[in-house]
């Protein structure tokens, strides 16, 4: 500072120097006088402010903005201009903006529901379309993800602010949003039931407004379906959808849903039997259009289908209520029957519309026009069968529902359903009829016993079986409509709750016997390629056999099944040429289904247990299904539903013929090693092995397999084979052996040549006992026989004198027994003798009890010291 | 002081019972061959089970009872068909049994009344329990269905009749055979776990009635005991081994033998067919090959064994001693069998008796009093009541007799009164008979004269 103050009076003085030509006024110089004591100091000192320069760039730069360079609070400021074309453009940027920028939306979500929600009432048409736009395509997809509940209580006061405005536009309009709301927030609706429903019913009643603008009726009636459609009205699909959340993973969770749903639907029955009248007023509101209009257009179609389904719903719900109310459940509703199910409304169906049913075009112009009257008089029936419980109808109502139903099924209402892209549509009306007819059989059986079902329902009821069995005969079996006829089947077939069988002399009973004959033929069709529809089938022929007990009028039907279910496992085409059926293929659920069915058979025969087998024994099974039906088979057996025999038979077919890949018992590739199953067989040797010395007392099973090994053993079975049947033997005997004379001589017969392939098996270079794993494996082979030796001393006595003659008689003649084809030439007949000692020697336990028969190993090393001998002279000669 | 009982399914070797602590032997009770869930404390104060039939052809089972001091059999019944499982409530005033045709019959102890008798499942019954406080029975049935009465419901006449069905939960999630049911406390929103031979457990909620947890074993379970907390409960399989599985929170995915299975306790023996948790907190486990052990589940060690049978061991009780049977008792049988001979209720009765007998034959039952030793308790029947008021009332004072003649008295008057009122209106008929006759005679007369 100092120095800059000097170089200013430097300045001055230069200036002075120079300003010669200009006289300069001289100042009197002196010393001022000081400031007085109380002088203010006027001085003001100021900073500048600076404003950074207003550019366009800069200050966007990292601002998210849209296509017409606005950021967002720009736009929410323009979304309330007077203009309604600057709004609607600042919805349409918001839109822009959003879609490029997500993460905006989500930050600043309570902001901008905020700003939007002023625009539900709008007084201008585009603004609320491209509103409902922006909320259905960007916002509340946004939003799914976070926390709704406050989200949707922000919007839903202007909803309702909306649905009571002046101009019958915004109204409907506002419906539309609810609707919108609705579908993304679900419980929203049993949050504000009492509200919508209450302005529905003001809407519907002045309906001189809306005839014109069938358009905006349509969506918003669309929405009352929505709605409605989230009341609880099937048990069954309560249940389902609570079945699903068994795999939570807090068991003792905290619901935080529940209390909010369970008292917002009791509540609001009163509302909603205001609201049928309204509904129904509407309907018919809708009928002079119907009659004198050649063409039943779409809207007004739309408009009358959303009523219909409206008030099917909300009779459902009725219906429900009425079954909850009933005293076994504990959720009871508020009152009996009567305080939900008045009498106003039944009359009122019964008049209004019940007594127009049902509904026929003027005149055949087009088949879609049949199509929409056939789908309106679909929902009436279903309505119809819905309250048939509560209200009485009277007979000539039931006639003419019966007879609907009737023709429809048969196809003569609707002849022409079978061409073209027609076809699909037909499908689902056949699907809506199968419905249809599951409903009216629930009842059949809980008031079967009611009048006017017997009076003048019978004649009907067997022509709707006929017409129902034929739909399900024709159908094709992967068609959905196949799977709607099996669930109306499931329906029929299992007896409700109180477990009362049809009797024989009942119409229905041949009927079901027809539909159960058909099943495995059905499930055999379907094969592999459809595996959804092979489940349902094959979980309904588990339910069938879970309620097929001996007094059931099933039960020989479902025994019947198992000659026909061959196929569905494997058939023998030719001579040792197995067809493989679809279970192989199927996933492990149904695999599992199917399993369990073979259960409960109560006399499953050797015929089907043949055909299994043959399926357990082919190598694309997988081994975990293996195992499970062993043990399902040994639970079927111990319930007394296999015969002994058959069981063990079942056991010797799987021992004696499962494949061992590879062959050979060390693989020499790394592959080999791969598919090889011999750790599958071994633990199903052990499996087997279990399961047979749990039958019960082992020295009777040991008597019934005795004879049946040894058939099986002389057939030379592979290795492996062999020693699993061996092991059983081992299993069931016990230390004073259970084998009869005959059966010794027999065995030591077979075990002489046993030893032999063992021996040969087992690579040259073990010898070195390099590998433990070689080792243990050659124990594996060697111990069943062990364990006979110890436990009859007779057998290892005739074996050795077996293997001593073997040797002189291979010397003898070569080629002469049939266990030398290892031993061609006598080196190897003697080394495999040998090595098969020395294995007996490192066992402890054989080594004392071989110890005892020293003249028979003398007698063996005699021959081999002679044989020595002799070929050492034949090599001097 | 808790005994151990557990019995096979071989006819010789009896029910073997064990002091717990001291791992001494008491009595063995003879010639019971049970079937599995076929054996029950009935309320501390004798042993019930049901028979395995000899053979397949009879046609009836029996149920048998032992008194604690006694090794012989002292009351033998025989219900209409073969019974399996067999349970009684806590206090032991009711044995539920299960038949083979999917009845389940329900019998009061002390008079041996089968109090009723309802159609439960598609096919045998397979394992019956009782909730803690005895107001659910909760069955399992051959078909895989798992269901829940509530006594209340099934006692009910009307509420029977109203509700389109008497169980108040049906659970239909196993495919196969039920093999055991345990329940756990906390009344009503009691948790309940069964397993079946699909080799899976499942838990249930009794209040939502609905699935909560779904675990699946390596192999089938035939056993499950509850842990006292309700953290985990013990399964025991048919390969052997007994596995943890976890109750409350989510167990590490990480687990070698699947979801929600925590650990095992092995000794490779033969398969597990029974499990029961003691207070002392140890584990009892019973095996196929016939030996019972006693775990400490803390340290999975086998803490104990006892060996029952050659045959597999079919159920495991864990009671507590009844305070009166000191071990003297069990030492001189003779001399305490007399005393106690009579003490064992009635066999159990084969039909329903029908139902106007039943309105005055309710059962009066005295609670188990603690601390006296009930050498004397017997249960005094609604009926004993009714005949000492009949008695009373027979032997009755003068009064009685007077009142009745009284009362006769009274009748008379009555009667003779009414005699008298008929007699008037016969003689008022009569009159306005004669009336009629004369006045239509005398218009005939008249008409006949005009003519």
């Known amino acids: 500072m100092a120095r800059s103050k000097a170089a200013s009076k430097k300045q001055q003085k230069q200036q002075q120097k120079r300003g010669v030509d200009f006289k300069k006024i001289k100042r009197k110089l002196g010393r001022k006088l000081p400031p007085p004591k109380n002088a203010t100091n006027t001085e003001v000192k100021s900073k500048a402010i600076v404003l950074p320069e207003q550019s366009v760039a800069s200050e966007k730069a990292g601002l998210a903005v849209s296509k017409k360079g606005l950021t967002l609070k720009e736009l929410l400021q323009q979304t309330s201009h007077h203009n309604s074309k600057v709004r609607r453009d600042a919805l349409m940027g918001l839109k822009d903006l959003f879609q490029k920028y997500p993460a905006e939306l989500r930050s600043h979500r309570y902001a901008v529901i905020e700003k939007l929600r002023e625009r539900i009432g709008d007084d201008d048409k585009v603004v609320r379309e491209t509103l409902y736009q922006l909320l259905k395509t960007v916002v509340f997809p946004g939003c799914k993800e976070d926390n709704q509940g406050p989200f949707v209580s922000l919007m839903v006061a202007y909803i309702f602010n909306a649905m009571t405005h002046l101009a019958v536009d915004v109204r409907l309009m506002a419906f539309k949003f609810f609707d919108l709301v609705v579908q993304y927030y679900p419980p929203s609706f049993s949050l504000y039931a009492d509200k919508v429903l209450q302005n529905y019913e003001d809407i519907l009643r002045k309906n001189q407004f809306y005839l014109e603008d069938k358009a905006k009726l349509r969506s918003a009636l669309a929405g009352l379906v929505r709605c409605l459609s989230l009341l609880p009205c099937n048990k069954r699909k309560v249940d389902s959808s609570e079945e699903n959340m068994a795999g939570q993973k807090i068991l003792h969770a905290f619901e935080l849903d529940m209390p909010a749903e369970s008292s917002g639907f009791s509540s609001i029955t009163k509302k909603l039997k205001d609201l049928v009248p309204v509904l129904v007023n509407c309907f018919q509101d809708f009928f002079p259009s119907v009659h004198h209009m050649p063409l039943l257009d779409a809207q007004s179609f739309d408009c009358m289908h959303s009523i219909l389904q409206s008030i099917d719903l909300v009779v459902g719900f009725f219906g429900y209520g009425i079954h909850q109310?009933?005293?076994?459940?504990?959720?009871?509703?508020?009152?009996?029957?009567?305080?939900?199910?008045?009498?106003?409304?039944?009359?009122?169906?019964?008049?209004?519309?019940?007594?127009?049913?049902?509904?026929?075009?003027?005149?055949?112009?087009?088949?879609?026009?049949?199509?929409?009257?056939?789908?309106?008089?679909?929902?009436?029936?279903?309505?119809?069968?819905?309250?048939?419980?509560?209200?009485?109808?009277?007979?000539?109502?039931?006639?003419?529902?019966?007879?609907?139903?009737?023709?429809?099924?048969?196809?003569?209402?609707?002849?022409?359903?079978?061409?073209?892209?027609?076809?699909?549509?037909?499908?689902?009306?056949?699907?809506?009829?199968?419905?249809?007819?599951?409903?009216?059989?629930?009842?059949?059986?809980?008031?079967?016993?009611?009048?006017?079902?017997?009076?003048?329902?019978?004649?009907?009821?067997?022509?709707?079986?006929?017409?129902?069995?034929?739909?399900?005969?024709?159908?094709?079996?992967?068609?959905?409509?196949?799977?709607?006829?099996?669930s109306a089947i499931e329906e029929m077939l299992i007896p409700g709750d109180d477990m009362v069988y049809p009797d024989a002399s009942d119409p229905l009973f041949e009927y079901q016997i027809t539909w159960i004959r058909a099943l495995p033929q059905l499930l055999i069709l379907l094969g592999d390629k459809h595996p959804s529809s092979s489940q349902v089938v094959l979980h309904l022929l588990l339910r069938l056999g879970q309620c097929a007990n001996s007094s059931s009028p099933f039960s020989r039907e479902y025994e019947n099944m198992q000659y026909s279910l061959d196929k569905f496992y494997s058939s023998c085409v030719d001579r040792g040429d197995v067809y493989y059926g679809p279970f192989i293929r199927l996933s492990w659920d149904s695999q599992e289904l199917a399993i369990c069915g073979l259960y409960y058979f109560s006399n499953l025969g050797p015929f089907l247990l043949k055909s299994i087998a043959f399926c357990c024994l082919c190598s694309e099974l997988e081994h975990l299904v293996l195992f499970r039906i062993i043990e399902v088979l040994h639970s079927a057996f111990s319930a007394g539903h296999i015969q002994i025999a058959d069981y063990i038979s079942f056991f010797m077919t799987l021992l004696s013929r499962f494949k061992v890949l590879p062959e050979n018992i060390y693989?020499?590739?790394?592959?080999?090693?791969?598919?090889?199953?011999?750790?599958?067989?071994?633990?199903?040797?052990?499996?087997?092995?279990?399961?047979?010395?749990?039958?019960?007392?082992?020295?009777?099973?040991?008597?019934?397999?005795?004879?049946?090994?040894?058939?099986?053993?002389?057939?030379?079975?592979?290795?492996?084979?062999?020693?699993?049947?061996?092991?059983?033997?081992v299993v069931l005997d016990c230390k004073p052996t259970r084998l009869s004379e005959q059966g010794i001589i027999t065995l030591s017969k077979y075990l002489s040549g046993y030893l032999f392939e063992v021996v040969h098996c087992i690579p040259e270079d073990d010898e070195e006992n390099s590998l433990p794993t070689h080792q243990q494996t050659c124990c594996y082979y060697m111990l069943p026989c062990f364990f006979l030796f110890d436990r009859s001393p007779k057998l290892l006595k005739l074996v050795l004198n077996l293997m001593g003659s073997l040797i002189t008689e291979s010397s003898s003649s070569p080629s002469s027994h049939s266990y030398t084809q290892y031993g061609n030439d006598n080196s190897n007949q003697i080394n495999a003798v040998v090595s098969a000692l020395l294995l007996m020697h490192k066992d402890t336990k054989v080594r004392k009890i071989i110890s005892s028969f020293k003249e028979e190993v003398v007698h063996i090393l005699q021959i081999i010291h002679s044989l020595q001998w002799y070929t050492i002279m034949l090599d001097n000669f | 002081m808790e005994l151990l009982i557990a019995s096979s399914s071989v006819a010789d070797a009896g029910i073997g019972c064990w002091d717990l602590e001291s791992g001494a032997e008491q009595l063995r009770y003879k010639s019971c061959a049970s079937p599995p869930h076929g054996l029950a404390c009935v309320g501390q104060r004798f042993l019930a089970s049901s028979q395995l039939r000899e053979q397949p052809s009879a046609s009836s089972g029996s149920i048998l009872y032992w008194s604690w001091s006694k090794p012989q059999v002292e009351v033998k019944s025989l219900p209409a068909e073969p019974i399996k499982p067999i349970a009684a409530n806590s206090h032991g005033t009711y044995i539920a049994g299960g038949g083979q045709s999917g009845d389940i019959y329900m019998?009061?102890?002390?008079?041996?009344?089968?109090?009723?008798?309802?159609?439960?499942?598609?096919?045998?019954?397979?394992?019956?329990?009782?909730?803690?406080?005895?107001?659910?029975?909760?069955?399992?049935?051959?078909?895989?269905?798992?269901?829940?009465?509530?006594?209340?419901?099934?006692?009910?006449?009307?509420?029977?009749?109203?509700?389109?069905?008497?169980?108040?939960?049906?659970?239909?999630?196993?495919?196969?055979?039920?093999?055991?049911?345990?329940?756990?406390?906390?009344?009503?929103?009691?948790?309940?776990?069964?397993?079946?031979?699909?080799?899976?457990?499942?838990?249930?909620?009794?209040?939502?009635?609905?699935?909560?947890?779904?675990?699946?074993?390596?192999?089938?379970?035939?056993?499950?005991?509850?842990?006292?907390?309700?953290?985990?409960?013990?399964?025991?399989?048919?390969?052997?081994?007994?596995?943890?599985?976890?109750?409350?929170?989510?167990?590490?995915?990480?687990?070698?033998?699947?979801?929600?299975?925590?650990?095992?306790?092995?000794?490779?023996?033969?398969?597990?067919?029974?499990?029961?948790?003691?207070?002392?907190?140890?584990?009892?486990?019973?095996?196929?090959?016939?030996?019972?052990?006693?775990?400490?589940?803390?340290?999975?060690?086998?803490?104990?064994?006892?060996?029952?049978?050659?045959?597999?061991?079919?159920?495991?009780?864990?009671?507590?001693?009844?305070?009166?049977?000191?071990?003297?008792?069990?030492?001189?049988?003779?001399?305490?069998s007399r005393r106690h001979g009579s003490q064992l209720p009635p066999p159990l009765d084969k039909y329903v008796t029908s139902a106007d007998e039943d309105v005055d034959n309710k059962g009066v039952i005295r609670l188990p009093s603690l601390y006296n030793a009930p050498r004397d308790a017997s249960y005094i029947s609604h009926r004993t009541i009714d005949n000492h008021l009949k008695e009373l009332q027979q032997q009755g004072s003068s009064a009685a007799t007077e009142m009745e003649v009284e009362r006769l008295k009274h009748e008379c008057n009555r009667t003779l009164q009414m005699v008298q009122q008929w007699k008037k209106m016969y003689e008022n008929l009569h009159e306005f008979c004669v009336n009629e006759l004369l006045d239509g005679d005398q218009v005939d007369g008249s008409k006949r004269n005009a003519v």
């Open chain 1, 325 to 486: 109310g009933k005293p076994a459940s504990q959720l009871s509703y508020e009152g009996p029957d009567e305080a939900i199910w008045d009498h106003t409304i039944s009359s009122l169906l019964l008049k209004k519309l019940f007594g127009v049913f049902p509904l026929n075009p003027t005149n055949h112009l087009s088949e879609k026009v049949d199509d929409r009257f056939f789908i309106l008089n679909i929902v009436i029936t279903e309505i119809f069968l819905r309250c048939s419980e509560w209200i009485c109808p009277p007979g000539f109502l039931l006639e003419k529902f019966l007879q609907y139903i009737e023709n429809a099924l048969l196809g003569s209402v609707r002849p022409a359903v079978t061409h073209g892209p027609v076809k699909q549509f037909g499908r689902n009306i056949y699907f809506f009829c199968c419905l249809l007819f599951q409903s009216l059989c629930c009842k059949w059986q809980v008031i079967g016993s009611l009048v006017f079902f017997s009076n003048c329902g019978a004649n009907h009821n067997n022509g709707i079986l006929q017409a129902f069995t034929k739909i399900f005969e024709g159908c094709n079996p992967q068609s959905s409509l196949k799977l709607a006829c099996l």
């Open chain 2, 107 to 336: 019998w009061e102890v002390a008079s041996g009344r089968l109090l009723k008798k309802w159609h439960a499942h598609y096919r045998a019954v397979t394992c019956l329990v009782f909730s803690q406080d005895g107001s659910f029975l909760i069955s399992g049935s051959e078909d895989g269905c798992v269901r829940i009465w509530s006594l209340l419901t099934v006692f009910e006449e009307c509420e029977s009749q109203r509700a389109s069905h008497l169980y108040l939960h049906s659970f239909t999630g196993h495919t196969l055979r039920i093999t055991d049911i345990v329940i756990g406390y906390g009344g009503v929103s009691a948790t309940i776990v069964s397993a079946s031979e699909d080799r899976t457990c499942k838990v249930w909620s009794l209040l939502k009635g609905r699935l909560l947890r779904n675990i699946v074993f390596p192999s089938v379970i035939d056993a499950i005991a509850l842990d006292p907390a309700e953290h985990v409960f013990y399964a025991g399989s048919r390969d052997g081994s007994i596995y943890i599985a976890a109750l409350n929170a989510e167990s590490p995915s990480t687990s070698s033998y699947g979801m929600h299975i925590i650990g095992s306790l092995s000794d490779h023996s033969k398969a597990v067919t029974c499990l029961a948790y003691s207070t002392g907190d140890l584990l009892i486990s019973g095996s196929e090959d016939g030996m019972v052990r006693v775990w400490d589940p803390i340290t999975h060690n086998i803490v104990r064994m006892f060996r029952l049978a050659k045959g597999p061991v079919n159920n495991i009780l864990v009671v507590r001693r009844p305070l009166y049977l000191n071990l003297g008792s069990f030492s001189n049988p003779h001399t305490s």
């Open chain 1, 667 to 729: 693989p020499d590739v790394e592959s080999d090693a791969k598919i090889s199953n011999r750790g599958t067989f071994k633990l199903l040797t052990n499996t087997v092995c279990s399961c047979l010395s749990r039958i019960g007392d082992d020295s009777l099973v040991f008597q019934i397999l005795e004879q049946v090994i040894f058939d099986q053993l002389l057939l030379k079975p592979p290795l492996d084979n062999a020693c699993a049947l061996l092991r059983v033997l």
